[in-house]
Each structure stands twice: as structure tokens, then as C-alpha cells.
């Protein structure tokens, strides 16, 4: 493992993303999203996704690397938003602070947006929010990953959907999780680290568990593999319920605002890449216009305190509630570094040298 600062990672990644034309400003948000997931250890959406997802789908011309937001409606709650397929992040932070000002004059919020891109940790929208004083809600669709309860077929998105809420504690209720058993992102960031899957979160055409990293990846782009929902295979472990709440999402993301659903974000037609065209959704709900904040984070960080202080399993001498173990990374990584393995440090490394960032160079002992 190597070991790189919050600051040394959040300007590689903005050097980067202007070499391949992203604009200064919004370099810097697509960063700032990026480098909230490494800072919380949610590993699979942060610089691990910086060369695929994003370098790799501007040189391959099907994402805007100039983000241009058009407002398509827009009332004194909610708007609809086009970003003509430009960078995720860029539109869906405007998106959330439309929510959130529109929430401090009316209590609340809602913004859809459609013809967009991948948008990178959605807990950092929800997070946008709670620093606002307010809950966070975001969900958005995705390429199709997920196979229906009793089918094998990807047809939903792994449709993260996300609540963050503030207490009176050190870090808020944050609850940012896909709708199946594992997000994509973490599949690839198994094959990158040589790992294979848990049996059940992955099945292929004759419904089988398949644990194969890199050939699932490889699978779900034939459309011989699938992930499970959440629960897992069948109903036996009510596997239905997350095949629901990935419905959910998936019109929410969709139907909200004209976009495309389900199969129309395989990104390929005619055997052509072409953009995703994904759709979000953002919801911030003002505490004020209901409750003192204050006392809203009281009784919110008491219902975690005790959920933590009840009676643990034999073997387990702590429960955690959702946004703890992220803040436990953020403090140790704040004082340590990001872990970065060998296969991230060997793309980083090519990147620096594909797109020439020179001030890089001494870093990964580039030779100029």
C-alpha cells in the first residue's frame, strides 16, 4: 500500500480532469466529490474512479467534459434540470443547492435531473444538506446491473438511495448504500485487487452464484451476469424488498423528468458507445420548519446512542449506526493518508504520464 495525503490526491485529480478539458471550477468540484469518498473509505467511488469512469469517458467522446446546465422547469419547490451530458457532479451540486435554498424560503426542496453522468458518492449531496441544517435525500439511476427477483436479466441499476441527517455527534446519520447486495464500483475494485466476490452477489443466466471479479465485470457488459438485490437471491432473504427500493429510484431518476430508464443507459447502441443519459433526483427538507434544529439533533443522536449502547451479539462488543465507521476512517485517513494498492498507483501513475502532469512526476519516480 502506499499512502497519499487528502491534499496530494484532491489536486492530482483536479490536474487531471483539466488536462482532459474539464474546466477549472468544476475540476474542483468533480475532486471535492471524489475525494469525500476516499476521506470516508468508501474506496470504490473515489480516485479509483477517476481514469474509468471519467478521463476514460471524455476520450471516448461520451461525456461533456464542459457541463453545460439547462433549467427545464422550475417552481417555487422543485425544477428539472438537463445536463446534456455533462460531468454528474457538477450538475447534481447545483441541483442540491437549488433544494436547499428553495427549502430555507419553503421548507423544502426537489430537484430531477436528466441526460447526466455518473455523479460519484451520492452521500455527498445528502451531506451538502445536513450541513445546511437540513436532511438529505438523493438516489440516481444507473446502467443496468441488478436482475429482478426470480430473474437473471440486469435490468435496474444499482439506484444508490441516500439519507443523511445531522446530530448533535461529531459526523450526522449517514446512510448511502446501492439497492443491491454490493454497487458495481466495488466489484471493480475487487478485480483491480485480484479478489473474489462473496458468494450471492452475483448470479449468472442459469441463476448460479458467480464469484469471478473480473469475469462478472465482464458478464454484466454481455449481459450474462447480473447483481442481486438487496436481500439477495429468490425471497427466502426478502430480496424482493431491494429489487422494490431499486425501482423506486429507478422512476424517481426517470419519470420525474422525460429520461431514460433501465436499458436505454447501457451506454451502447448499435454497438457504439454513446452517453449514459442518466437521471437523480435531490430532496433537502428544512428541521426549522418543523422543529428547533437542535432539538431535532438531540433526539436524532439519542436514537443512535442507544441503538449503539443495547445488548450485543456473543463475539461483537459493538454496534455501529450509520456514518460511524465513516467518520472513523475520516479521522484515521486525516491523519495517515489514503491507502492506495499497487494496481490503483500503477493507473495513477500512467495517468501522469498520459496526460503529462509534470508536478507528479517526482511522486511516482517518473523520469522526464
Known amino acids: 500500500m502506499h499512502y497519499l495525503n487528502f491534499e496530494t490526491l484532491e489536486s492530482f485529480s483536479i490536474e487531471a480532469l483539466k488536462k482532459a478539458g474539464v474546466p477549472e471550477s468544476d475540476a474542483a468540484i468533480i475532486a471535492e466529490v471524489l475525494l469525500e469518498a476516499d476521506k470516508l473509505g468508501i474506496d470504490s467511488h473515489g480516485i479509483n474512479r477517476l481514469k474509468p469512469i471519467y478521463l476514460d469517458r471524455i476520450k471516448d467522446g461520451i461525456l461533456n467534459p464542459e457541463t453545460k446546465v439547462d433549467i427545464i422547469r422550475e417552481s417555487f419547490t422543485t425544477a428539472v434540470l438537463d445536463a446534456n451530458n455533462g460531468m454528474g457532479h457538477v450538475v447534481s451540486k447545483q441541483a442540491m443547492q437549488m433544494c436547499i435554498d428553495k427549502a430555507k424560503t419553503y421548507g423544502m426542496g426537489m430537484v430531477a435531473v436528466r441526460n447526466s453522468s ?26 443496468p446491473s441488478i436482475a429482478p427477483t426470480f430473474g437473471v436479466e440486469n435490468m435496474l441499476g444499482t439506484n444508490p438511495l441516500t439519507f443523511v441527517m445531522p446530530t448533535d455527534e461529531d459526523f450526522p446519520f449517514f446512510l448511502d448504500c446501492a439497492t443491491s447486495v454490493s454497487q458495481r464500483g466495488k466489484f471493480e475494485f475487487y478485480a483491480k485487487t485480484g479478489k473474489d466476490l462473496p458468494k450471492g452477489w452475483a448470479i449468472d443466466r442459469q441463476g448460479n452464484s458467480k464469484t469471478d471479479s473480473v469475469q462478472v465485470l465482464q458478464d454484466l457488459i454481455n449481459g450474462d451476469a447480473a447483481l442481486t438485490p438487496l436481500g439477495g437471491i429468490g425471497e427466502e432473504t426478502a430480496g424482493y424488498k431491494g429489487y422494490g427500493y431499486a425501482t423506486v429510484v429507478e422512476i424517481l431518476s426517470a419519470a420525474l423528468q422525460g429520461g431514460g430508464f433501465m436499458k436505454a443507459l447501457l451506454g451502447m447502441e448499435n454497438g457504439k458507445k ?95
Do not use: C
Not at 130 to 142: E, H, L, Q, W
Not at 278 to 289: K, M, Q, T
Not at 339 to 358: C, F, G, R, S, V
Open 118 to 143: 455518473h455523479y460519484g458518492i451520492a452521500g455527498y449531496y445528502g451531506l451538502m444538506a445536513a450541513k445546511a441544517g437540513m436532511i438529505g435525500i438523493t438516489g440516481t439511476n444507473a446502467r
Open 274 to 368: 454513446v452517453p449514459y443519459r442518466l437521471g437523480h433526483f435531490f430532496i433537502a427538507v428544512n428541521i426549522e420548519n418543523f422543529i428547533d434544529l437542535a432539538d431535532f439533533q438531540k433526539t436524532t443522536g439519542d436514537i443512535l446512542r442507544e441503538l449503539r449502547n443495547s445488548a450485543k451479539m456473543p463475539g461483537h462488543d459493538r454496534i455501529y449506526t450509520a456514518g460511524e465507521k465513516e467518520h472513523i476512517n475520516y479521522v484515521e485517513r486525516l491523519k495517515n493518508g489514503v491507502p492506495i494498492n499497487q494496481a490503483l498507483w500503477d493507473e495513477m501513475k500512467k495517468t501522469a504520464i498520459d496526460y503529462k502532469l509534470e508536478k507528479f512526476y517526482e511522486l511516482f519516480e517518473i523520469n522526464q
